[in-house]
């Protein structure tokens, strides 16, 4: 019985692993990757709910190495990271049946994580640089610029070397 059991969650999820795939390979062109970000969320959902927790995982293995070899590794390990993270918000909602805050909550802290993974993996793989020396890079262009713009300010005739907004921009440091 549980190998016709585990034959029947394999049949339910190889389907829907392949339409997330699919649907992964379409958020490589522009208007599709919109569509890929809200439907592949709903399909990690519905592959929990047909085939559990172990197809789920495995899902995501495959979902991963599948992307990687079809579109590129970042843009594999990055769509397949948000996908999952927010199917995992949209798996809480559904089994715990919260009241409409809550599940909100939880939706926007999984979307939230999302994005924030994907933005790592981008920063740290693509532009092989840690998160202080891109904030660094950041802090270092608004420096410039801050000053740049008291240039411009002083020679219109304005006096801004008393002003706080100003002197906090140039004492920015990241630590």
């Known amino acids: 019985m549980n190998n016709m059991d585990n034959t029947k969650k394999l049949a339910n999820s190889a389907p829907l692993i392949a339409l997330l795939i699919i649907s992964s390979l379409l958020g490589t062109l522009p208007f599709f990757s919109l569509i890929s970000i809200s439907v592949g969320p709903i399909i990690v959902a519905l592959i929990y709910h047909k085939a559990g927790k172990f197809y789920t995982g495995l899902s995501f293995v495959v979902t991963t190495i599948l992307l990687s070899v079809l579109a590129n590794p970042i843009f594999a390990l990055t769509m397949t990271v948000l996908t999952f993270s927010i199917g995992a918000g949209i798996i809480y909602m559904i089994s715990k049946n919260h009241g409409v805050l809550l599940n909100f909550v939880v939706l926007t802290l999984a979307i939230i ?32 610029s801050m000053g740049e713009i008291s240039k411009l300010y002083e020679q219109s005739g304005g006096n801004i070397s008393e002003n706080p907004a100003i002197a906090a921009f140039e004492n920015l440091t990241v630590k």
């Open 113 to 144: 994580v999302g994005y924030l993974a994907m933005t790592f993996i981008d920063i740290t793989l693509i532009s092989q640089i840690s998160i202080s020396e891109f904030l660094n890079t950041i802090v270092e262009g608004l420096k410039a």
